[in-house]
């Protein structure tokens, strides 16, 4: 029987989470995991390596890569290695942008090495392969797009002097932590060139995984792309949705069923054929139903949350709960 091939889209913690989940699923299932991921970043490590040497943004690329590293004790240490942030020099708090006088301060060892590796060998796509192996990666880290791009939003009430005031907020990290409400997303190239290996593997997916994570500057992005929006709408795959647990302060007010309106909004054409959800987090199952059913959805609750009261999604958690949808149809 051949791999179901699943390709999990997003960035930072929530497509690590979702991707330790199918790793969860391996001994119930064999599956060929793809993760592609957004290339918007412009905070912390990888924002300076970006604003000082250009390319990819690695951080969300390298947090993927250590998602699906191997279980060999030498992976193990070597994803170790890449999850290592240098310390300012002298043992003092290093933050997020590090010093001046110390130029590795703040950077995580993987960041540098995936920097390093597409200086060397000339072609991210190449670059995150040979990172996956040094990894014993258990599935590929594709990013959305070759060249990387900028998030810009519409905020109504960015500044909270002037509430009702529209303005336009720039950057994936500035858009992250807005106090405001987000209108309206778009990119910087506004219809940047799709990743070619991305493309092909939403093409051969048999499920195509969104969410959890960041809505506006991790999930939607991909529907941005005109190349891979394109593809994700004639993929003959099925369609999961990952619900987040709570609301992060760039949805702050925007509901679940709101969560899943923005789906539509940004990529009309997109069907969905199952949305997850946590029990405990759906607080209107009716809504959420309904808006489910817009997209032509079923939703499956489940409980994949950690148990320690934290809004954290559980990695054995939920890949116990993706084992009977992913495998549904085998």
Request: a negative charge; proline letters at 7%; hydrophobic letters at 45%.
């Amino acid at each position: 029987m051949t791999p179901t091939r699943v390709v999990a889209f997003g960035g930072g913690h929530g497509l690590s989470a979702s991707l330790r989940a199918l790793r969860h699923c391996v001994p119930g299932l064999d599956l060929d995991i793809t993760a592609v991921v957004t290339v918007g970043d412009d905070g912390g490590s990888s924002g300076r390596l970006r604003a000082e040497r250009g390319g990819l943004p690695p951080g969300d690329l390298r947090q993927a890569l250590v998602a699906l590293a191997g279980d060999h004790p030498a992976t193990r240490r070597s994803a170790a290695l890449f999850q290592h942030r240098f310390a300012a020099a002298g043992g003092g708090a290093a933050g997020g942008d590090g010093g001046a006088a110390d130029s590795l301060a703040g950077h995580a060892v993987g960041n540098l090495m995936l920097h390093g590796l597409t200086e060397l060998l000339g072609d991210p796509v190449v670059a995150l392969d040979h990172a996956g192996a040094m990894l014993g990666a258990v599935g590929r880290v594709l990013p959305m797009s070759r060249q990387p791009v900028g998030i810009e939003a519409r905020v109504r009430g960015a500044d909270p002097d002037r509430p009702d005031e529209v303005r336009t907020v720039r950057g994936q990290h500035q858009v992250a932590v807005t106090s405001g409400t987000v209108e309206s997303l778009r990119l910087t190239p506004a219809a940047p060139a799709a990743c070619a290996e991305a493309v092909a593997a939403v093409g051969a997916a048999d499920w195509l995984i969104f969410g959890p994570g960041s809505w506006y500057t991790s999930v939607l992005p991909h529907l941005l792309v005109p190349g891979l929006a394109d593809a994700i709408v004639s993929s003959p795959a099925r369609r999961l949705v990952t619900l987040n647990l709570v609301a992060e302060k760039e949805t702050l007010g925007l509901s679940l069923p709101d969560h899943l309106d923005t789906l539509r909004r940004y990529l009309p054409e997109l069907k969905v054929d199952m949305v997850l959800a946590d029990s405990k987090a759906v607080a209107d199952p009716v809504a959420v139903e309904r808006a489910a059913e817009s997209l032509g959805a079923r939703l499956v609750l489940a409980p994949v949350a950690v148990t320690d009261g934290t809004p954290r999604h559980d990695p054995a958690a939920l890949g116990a709960a993706l084992v009977p949808v992913l495998g549904a149809d085998r």
